[in-house]
């Protein structure tokens, strides 16, 4: 019986790693990063993935061999009259080392902490590069803020009037306006411009800073286009970079829609960029997905900022 079922394990291990080679062609796979630093959190990933990968492998051929050796329903040949097999044979130079079970646990304990403990010193720099404003290639531009509320089960999403999202960029060296551009996340003004729907706007090779916060439980912000994950914390406001480096927003009559291939300005639905809730936050936890559009230019994205304050406007005249 132990044969059958070290040849089942080995089917389930050849099928896996069969649909692992399969995955990235039929769009199974992680979805294109569009962020500055998406390309340091894939190489993680990656890097993450082979060692994990080949000790998975190796751990499952091991057990599949001794299920089928060492099954209770016949007794393994002598090696005395058979001589060595070939895996004796191939891991030779490792058993006249790890020859007893103190020395196989004392290996099996410090290869994985090694392992572990270089993965948390190769981290630490695109975690910081990933987090940190001064890390990115664009860290010099005024960044483009953007307050965002999570709420079961939405997102509110607060943006600064035109008027004075323009005078961060001009006169970003007036005292002035440098401490109205520091107070914009704690403190909301009545010209503020708020949305109806949970879409988040911004702008392609700006750095944009989401003021990230909650009204009840965890949330957790994904931007999974943009390798940008980051809990919501009650009773904290937690800042949230990242530079998008594309973009997928289009003109449709006197509106923008998203989902719009920049090479080729029609839709394609590997431009629709979701914004996710990543953490179980109660029963209607599902309905928590906003959309992520990224505009062309600073202008592109005037123009929306002006028709969304019109409508924001018109709004707080009816309440």
Not at 60 to 87: H, N, Q, W
Request: proline fraction near 6%.
């Amino acid at each position: 019986m132990g044969k059958w079922w070290s040849l089942l394990f080995a089917v389930v291990m050849i099928l896996s790693g069969g649909l692992f080679v399969v995955a990235p062609f039929v769009g199974w796979w992680m979805p294109e990063g569009v962020s500055t630093h998406a390309h340091l959190v894939d190489g993680l990933f990656y890097w993450i993935l082979a060692v994990t990968g080949f000790f998975f492998v190796l751990t499952e051929a091991i057990l599949c061999v001794f299920m089928s050796k060492y099954s209770g329903d016949r007794a393994p040949a002598s090696e005395s009259a058979t001589g060595p097999g070939l895996a004796a044979k191939l891991f030779r130079p490792v058993t006249m080392i790890l020859n007893d079970p103190h020395k196989v646990e004392m290996a099996w304990t410090i290869v994985p902490a090694v392992i572990l403990l270089y993965i948390a010193f190769a981290q630490v720099d695109t975690w910081a590069t990933a987090k940190y404003q001064s890390r990115m290639p664009t860290s010099k531009q005024t960044p483009q803020q953007v307050a965002v509320s999570a709420r079961q089960f939405d997102w509110k999403m607060r943006y600064p009037s035109s008027e004075r999202f323009l005078d961060w960029i001009k006169k970003k060296d007036s005292a002035e306006v440098a401490s109205d551009f520091i107070s914009f996340a704690k403190f909301p003004q009545a010209d503020d411009v708020e949305l109806p729907t949970p879409e988040l706007h911004v702008i392609k090779n700006n750095p944009v800073v989401v003021h990230l916060s909650t009204k009840d439980v965890i949330h957790s912000f994904n931007l999974p286009h943009m390798r940008v994950k980051q809990d919501a914390l009650p009773g904290k406001m937690i800042p949230v970079w990242f530079t998008p480096i594309k973009s997928n927003v289009g003109r449709q009559g006197n509106g923008f829609v998203d989902g719009i291939n920049p090479d080729t300005g029609k839709h394609d639905d590997h431009y629709i960029w979701d914004l996710a809730c990543a953490e179980l936050c109660g029963w209607g936890h599902y309905r928590m997905v906003g959309r992520l559009y990224v505009h062309h230019d600073e202008n592109e994205f005037l123009d929306w900022l002006k028709a969304a304050e019109t409508q924001s406007r018109a709004r707080q005249r009816e309440k």
